[in-house]
Every structure is written in C-alpha cells, then in structure tokens.
C-alpha cells in the first residue's frame, strides 16, 4: 500500500513558476512509476507527466513538453513537477499516481495507477 500527498498548489500569474510536490510512504519508492495528472471541472482527467522508478525513463504532455520538468528523489520518496511559463489554461486540480512497476514500463493512462493523492490546485491568471 502506497500513500500519496500532493502539495505546492497555489494562485500564480501568467508565465509565473510553481513546483508541486508529492510525498509518497513506504520503503519502495524506487519501484514505482509517478505520474502527475490534472483535471478541470467538467472534464476528463488528462495525463501531464510520468518518470520511471529510478528516473531513466520520463514522458510529457505535448501541452507542457518544454515548460514542466518532472524529477523525483527516491532518499526522500517525493517526486517534483516543476512548471515554468505557466498559462491560464493549465489551471486545474493536479493528482499524483503511482504505480507499481520495475521495469522500465511507464503508463501515461490514469487507469494504469493504483494509488492516487487528494489532488492539489493550481490556478494561473490571465
């Protein structure tokens, strides 16, 4: 059993910067998969981000691809997104998945992740 939580969330202007962290319990870290997905209102939850267990393997969005950065310290079981030049339209309630996985096997679906945070959210004016 894995236990997620989000945090980071905040109010931000358009271009500003947020990082988003989500700590993670259990002595395994390094064996899941971490996703970030985000959801608005209304709508399907869209897959952001994902990095491998021990980080070799990373996939992004092509909507943040060159504005967010994931990375994860498994010392410290946390895994970080970091979005730069944010836009009005990533406003959203962001979750973190994990999923149990030591291969190199990254899921970018949401049904794919077993263990999922309370979600943290981020809102960017215009």
């Known amino acids: 059993q894995v236990q997620v939580v989000e945090s980071g969330g905040g109010l931000v ?10 700590a993670a319990s259990g002595r395994t870290f390094s064996s899941y998969a971490m996703g970030w997905f985000r959801q608005v209102s209304g709508k399907e939850r869209e897959f ?12 992004y969005a092509n909507s943040v691809k ?13 895994v970080y997104l970091q979005m ?28 794919e ?4 945070g309370q ?5 960017v004016s215009s």
Request: with cysteine; hydrophobic share 30%.
């Open 84 to 111: 730069n030049s944010l836009k009005p339209e990533d406003t959203a309630v962001y979750y973190c998945a994990a999923k149990y996985s030591t291969g190199s096997i990254l899921p970018q679906v949401g049904q």
């Open 48 to 59: 952001v981000s994902a990095i491998s267990g021990r980080g070799a393997v990373i996939y």
């Open 119 to 123: 979600g943290t959210q981020v809102t």
């Open 13 to 22: 202007q358009a271009g500003g910067s947020l990082k988003l962290s989500c």
């Open 113 to 116: 992740y077993n263990y999922w």
């Open 66 to 78: 060159g504005r967010f950065t994931i990375s994860r310290s498994n010392a410290n079981n946390t």
